[in-house]
């Protein structure tokens, strides 16, 4: 079983910074490319950022300039720094991975998503 299990939410004036974490367990074999979506209410849930194995990163055009996304494949993590956010980025923030188990190492990459964390921006 996998799990991806997220840290870093909360609230913060605009202009401030956050950093999420999302830190992934269980019977891993290989991860592929992971990720940050979120959703505000009443709207869909969007792509913030992503990156692939090798290090190549997918920004929304909203974010960009703003946030930075790393991560640790040593230790199955993905970071997105925060910065200067905006009222219009709170949302509910939800850690995406595409992830091998133990058991499907012959089978396509599964996509598992973490529990969500609220991010609110707001003087």
């Known amino acids: 079983q996998v799990q991806l299990v997220e840290s870093g939410g909360g609230l913060v004036q605009p202009g401030g910074t956050l950093r999420l974490s999302c830190a992934a367990s269980?019977?891993?074999?290989?991860?592929?490319?992971m990720g940050w979506y979120r959703q505000a209410p009443g709207k869909e849930r969007e792509l913030v950022a992503a990156i692939t194995r090798g290090g190549s990163i997918n920004y929304a055009d909203s974010v960009k300039g703003r946030f930075t996304l790393s991560r640790d494949n040593a230790r199955n993590t993905v970071y997105l720094q925060m910065n200067s956010l905006k009222p219009e980025d709170t949302a509910v923030y939800y850690c995406?991975?595409?992830?091998?188990?133990?058991?499907?190492?012959?089978?396509?990459?599964?996509?598992?998503w973490g529990q969500g964390t609220q991010v609110t921006v707001s003087s």
């Open positions: 995406n991975a595409e992830i091998k188990t133990s058991y499907t190492v012959y089978s396509p990459y599964s996509r598992y």
């Open positions: 269980g019977s891993i074999f290989s991860i592929n490319d």
